[in-house]
């Protein structure tokens, strides 16, 4: 129950003179979230580094700790003044959202909040200065992991995708048309929505800021990124892209170029046996028995 | 008590400065981009990409170039399927 | 019709909250304060009260809930105490900044460690600091009438600030006495529904792009909530008084004065002792000691000028702090703003520092006795002795 009233004039909803990065691809997907869902939406909260929030749509934002709760709180006060035509929608980054802010979802996830929330996934606490958060890659460089990552990316899709939320999705922004189709899918869904962007950082993963799309297509072709979506508990993977060595995906990024030949193996094979994994679970239902929901 | 606190546009008034959220942006630039209309396409990929709004759906041509904010980052040059956008060095003369 | 009942502090409180009309409740359950947010749920599910109950999951969210609910046009309401209090500090500050109208009730209890379940005033004292406006409330009559006057108190259109209205715990809240519930449709008259003039989260309203770099506006931000906070003051008065003549029960505004006339000595109390206190004066007085007694309602705003008017009457002021400063500059927070509200003004009364009550121990009327006698004497000597007591200390 969405009313995409569209937007006439993106230039003035995201106006150019941000302090981003060149290159960076935050407003970017900020951009097509919005073409997508119309004007009529309320943002919780400010994905990333946070310099692109929209000007024009009604903001509100709290400390980037308290991941989505705020909404919540928004969403209460709607229905109670029975407005239903507004979208709410959450941002944050990945360490809001996998780190300080992870027990916030959960909760939203128990209680089934109707919003879509949106990790704006560039792998480190990139605002404060490329400090490793639990969603940074094994074997990345950060300034907090100078000798490279020794722990695997925390799955938070998967974690939210255990609580039995009605849609998860992972995106990324080189795939435009799969991030518009299951923006719109999950807007028409009602309940607790989780779409996990991709997004690069071409200050903090080393990469040349023209290669800022081109790293993500990469990163999907390499499968060190998967797109796919649970709904209701099935899965589906989205994305079956031609096939590429996770050292095409490494050379272009300076984060990665401390990586010896055997951690580039050792990591080719977690990669491939995680993509083995999801190509048997495609079609089938991860959910460990069916929820039991009062009807929306 | 009537109270007469300076906003922000008042002191812009005052002091000719900008207290702007929009910085000028085209400073940034070391490369800028050029496009060759002739050989666009017009398929709207470069304005999808530009992080910064700088190319757009023109009057004139189908995508122009805001450079008072271009950051001359690359990004539509480099996702141009028919490569007519060049990244020329910029000169301040 | 106005009913009465057999209320303790936190059923009071819940029926102040349901003659408010809240729309949104966001409680996170902490002892003392679980009966408030269990009697909410039951008032929701029954359908007495028309709102949203948010099962949040810890204190930090329930604020950020009620943030969230107040920006969107709704009327919230969240309570907490102690440790609920410490962990949602962080949201706590962000609410008078934003000028959002929450009120939250505080159930008044020690912070760890060591900390204890019963009532010390650490817990609300903390919030003086960041703009929220700070009642205190001596029994639960009076927690009934200073929630519904939190709303007005909070949204009218000179203050927008949060509103703190706090009562002891265990003392308070869990001790029945005798409350009129007024009428639903009095309190309506009193208590207009909620709109916000600057703050609304709403698609069709038509909103500029706002300008300017954060950090520039800090100091121009802070001074008007100063000056909302002065306004507040007033404001306090104001709906003291039209409740008092629309309900019939007046609390004195900011401060309220008991038998000071001919006081030689006065003491200054905050929240349920002072129920003690009034019959410590009563019995003191009968035996020809003139000690009077002053209860502070609000601590934010701090009513300087009515403590001024005091200064000039009396001879000594001696203030019973319910909560402690370790290394402050002299005794406990009360006593220490007191001084400063004293300080330049040209009656400045010995001024006694007592730190009763901690941890909730009992403030027995021996002990008021004790520390009235102690402001008489230096009412008559017009030193001081001991500048800060420790009142109850085992030795």
Same mark, same amino acid.
């Given at each position: ?27 970017? +997907?900020?951009? /097509?979230?919005? &073409? ?6 309320? @943002?919780? #909260?400010? !994905?990333?580094? *946070? =310099? ?24 209460? +006060?709607?229905? /109670?003044?029975? &407005? ?6 959450? @941002?944050? #980054?990945? !360490?809001?959202? *996998? =780190? ?197 | ?33 050029v496009i060759d209309h002739n050989r666009c396409i017009k398929c709207g990929i470069c304005e999808i990409y530009c992080p910064d709004y700088a190319v757009y759906k023109g009057k004139e041509h189908f995508v122009e170039v805001d450079y008072d904010y271009c950051k001359g980052c690359g990004v539509c040059a480099n996702e141009c399927p028919v490569k007519c956008i060049d990244m020329v060095r910029e000169t301040f003369v | 019709m106005a009913v009465t009942k057999v209320l303790d502090g936190n059923e009071a409180a819940a029926q ?380």
């Amino acid at each position: 129950m969405l009313a995409t009233e569209q937007i006439e004039d993106m230039r003035k909803l995201l106006p150019s003179g941000h302090g981003c990065c060149p290159g960076c691809q935050g407003p970017v +997907a900020t951009k /097509m979230i919005l &073409r997508t869902l119309g004007r009529r939406v309320i @943002l919780f #909260g400010s !994905g990333g580094c *946070g =310099d692109f929030t929209p000007k024009t749509v009604p903001y509100f934002g709290l400390h980037f700790s308290g991941v989505g709760t705020g909404a919540t709180g928004i969403l209460a +006060a709607l229905e /109670m003044k029975d &407005r239903k035509d507004v979208t709410v929608i959450s @941002l944050a #980054g990945d !360490g809001a959202t *996998g =780190d300080i802010g992870f027990g916030k979802l959960a909760a939203i996830a128990e209680r089934n909040d109707n919003m879509i929330h949106f990790c704006y996934d560039n792998e480190a606490y990139m605002n404060t200065g490329i400090q490793k958060s639990g969603l940074t890659p094994f074997g990345a460089w950060t300034t907090t992991t100078p000798a490279g990552k020794t722990t695997r990316k925390k799955d938070v899709p998967m974690a939210l995708a255990a609580m039995k939320i009605p849609y998860v999705a992972t995106v990324t922004v080189a795939y435009r048309g799969d991030f518009q189709n299951k923006v719109k899918k999950a807007s028409g869904i009602q309940g607790f929505k989780y779409i996990h962007v991709l997004e690069p950082c071409p200050t903090g993963w080393r990469v040349s800021p023209e290669k800022s799309v081109e790293v993500l297509r990469l990163a999907v072709q390499s499968h060190m990124w998967n797109l796919y979506e649970i709904e209701n508990g099935v899965f589906k993977l989205t994305m079956k892209p031609k096939e590429v060595p996770v050292k095409e995906y490494f050379k272009i990024q300076g984060r990665f170029r401390h990586l010896k030949e055997e951690d580039m193996q050792r990591i080719q094979k977690f990669v491939d046996e995680d993509w083995a994994r999801l190509k048997e679970w495609d079609g089938k239902s991860v959910w460990v028995g069916t929820p039991w929901r009062a009807t929306a | 008590m009537r109270l007469k606190i300076k906003t922000l546009k008042d002191l812009e008034k005052e002091s000719g400065i900008a207290f702007r959220m929009t910085l000028p942006t085209g400073l940034w630039r070391v490369f800028k981009p050029v496009i060759d209309h002739n050989r666009c396409i017009k398929c709207g990929i470069c304005e999808i990409y530009c992080p910064d709004y700088a190319v757009y759906k023109g009057k004139e041509h189908f995508v122009e170039v805001d450079y008072d904010y271009c950051k001359g980052c690359g990004v539509c040059a480099n996702e141009c399927p028919v490569k007519c956008i060049d990244m020329v060095r910029e000169t301040f003369v | 019709m106005a009913v009465t009942k057999v209320l303790d502090g936190n059923e009071a409180a819940a029926q102040g909250v349901k003659l408010s009309r809240v729309e949104v409740i966001a409680a996170y359950p902490i002892t003392p304060q679980t009966e408030l947010a269990n009697r909410l749920a039951r008032f929701v599910a029954e359908g007495e009260i028309k709102a949203k109950y948010v099962t949040v999951e810890s204190e930090h969210a329930s604020m950020s809930v009620c943030a969230g609910a107040s920006a969107a046009g709704a009327r919230a309401f969240t309570a907490s105490a102690s440790q609920g209090i410490v962990y949602m500090e962080e949201v706590i500050w962000m609410v008078p900044g934003m000028r959002l109208p929450v009120v939250m009730c505080i159930a008044n209890r020690s912070i760890a460690f060591p900390g204890a379940l019963k009532a010390t005033h650490s817990d609300s004292l903390l919030q003086r600091d960041n703009g929220w406006i700070q009642l205190y409330c001596e029994n639960s009559q009076e927690v009934l009438d200073t929630c519904i006057q939190a709303y007005r108190i909070a949204e009218d259109k000179r203050v927008y600030l949060p509103v703190i209205f706090a009562q002891d715990g265990y003392v308070v809240t869990a001790n029945a006495m005798p409350v009129e519930i007024p009428d639903q449709e009095a309190v309506d008259k009193f208590l207009p529904p909620y709109k916000h003039d600057f703050v609304n989260l709403d698609p069709d309203m038509p909103r500029e792009p706002e300008e300017g770099p954060v950090d520039e506006i800090e100091t121009e931000s802070r001074y008007l909530m100063d000056i909302a906070m002065e306004n507040a003051k007033k404001v306090i008065r104001e709906v003291d008084e039209e409740y008092g003549k629309m309900f019939g029960r007046k609390y004195g505004g900011l401060v309220e004065e008991y038998r000071c006339d001919g006081a030689e000595g006065v003491l200054i109390t905050m929240g349920s002792i002072t129920g003690t206190a009034r019959e410590v004066v009563d019995s003191m007085r009968s035996r020809g000691k003139n000690i009077g007694l002053v209860k502070l309602k609000a601590f934010r705003p701090f009513p300087t000028e009515e403590i001024r008017k005091i200064a000039e009457q009396v001879g000594a002021i001696g203030f019973v702090d319910r909560n402690f400063s370790h290394g402050s500059a002299g005794g406990g927070i009360g006593c220490i703003e007191t001084a400063r509200a004293l300080y330049n003004y040209k009656y400045r009364p010995p001024l006694l520092g007592f730190i009763a009550g901690i941890g909730g121990r009992d403030v027995t009327p021996a002990h008021l006795e004790y520390m009235a006698d102690k402001v008489l004497n230096a009412a008559k000597t017009g030193t001081v002795e001991q500048e800060v007591e420790w009142v109850q200390l085992r030795r």
